[in-house]
């Protein structure tokens, strides 16, 4: 599952600072925290909006085709987006925010003017800061990262067994129509077991197989191969039909090999 981010805390907006701090402490001057609060909100708006950089399935379009060596690729990339947008960014402004609340509690705390529940309030919003810079740091963030990267792993050697199941089926059918093609010459060696045995048994198989290997293309054409309008109605007929199948059956017998 990709990494559930948390939301961005109410304490630590702008809008909550300015309604919560107290009517003195709005006139002792300029604090700094609000600004950094929309700086650190900001930044965290848009790597929610981002999210899917930091998603495995994200660099991984075609799950048919995937490899190993593509998942750790993938791994590579949601970190690197991670290192660069939350710790090299986000991070550093939730510290600067928290940094500026500590400093304005501290200040706060030795002015008699200002109600201490304004001081408490800096520094419950020190408090919020750096809990929620922590909910995003390294330890919390990247388990999650390996976790999916883990399963994809995972998800990737059972279809990968898929395949390598399927192919192995078709091999022998492959085999037996190339031998047809050389030995068949009337309608009834056709229908038996030729086409309704050989050709069909490869046109059940092949789509477990079409999209990982590369055979979309090879697949449509084999159902036509499939169907009962593709049998000759005479001998005659018998030769243009192997002509057709025979560079079909060669791409597959390729894939599969």
Request: no cysteine; proline share 5%.
């Amino acid at each position: 599952m990709p990494h559930k981010w948390p939301a961005y805390p109410a304490i630590l907006t702008d809008a909550t600072w300015q309604k919560k701090k107290g009517a003195i402490a709005k006139v002792a001057g300029k604090t700094g925290v609000g600004d950094a609060m929309k700086a650190a909100d900001k930044a965290y708006a848009d790597v929610l909006k981002n999210q899917r950089q930091m998603e495995i399935y994200t660099y991984l379009p075609n799950a048919t085709q995937i490899t190993k060596e593509g998942i750790d690729a993938a791994l590579k990339s949601v970190v690197a987006y991670y290192n660069a947008n939350v710790e090299g960014d986000v991070r550093k402004k939730v510290i600067a925010l928290r940094d500026a609340a500590k400093k304005t509690a501290e200040k706060w705390e030795k002015n008699k003017l200002i109600p201490k529940d304004s001081a408490k309030y800096a520094r419950d919003v020190e408090k919020a800061a750096d809990f929620f810079m922590v909910s995003l740091n390294k330890n919390t963030v990247l388990p999650s990262f390996q976790a999916e990267h883990k399963a994809a792993l995972e998800a990737n050697a059972k279809a990968r067994k898929v395949v390598e199941d399927a192919a192995g089926k078709l091999k022998p059918y492959i085999l037996a129509v190339a031998k047809g093609m050389k030995t068949v010459k009337t309608t009834d060696d056709f229908e038996r077991p030729f086409w309704g045995n050989d050709i069909r048994g490869i046109g059940t198989v092949l789509p477990l197989v079409a999209k990982p290997l590369g055979l979309e293309t090879e697949y449509k054409q084999w159902r036509k191969f499939t169907t009962d309008g593709f049998k000759p109605k005479d001998a005659s007929e018998i030769p243009a039909k192997m002509k057709e199948i025979a560079p079909v059956l060669k791409k597959i017998a390729e894939a599969v090999k």
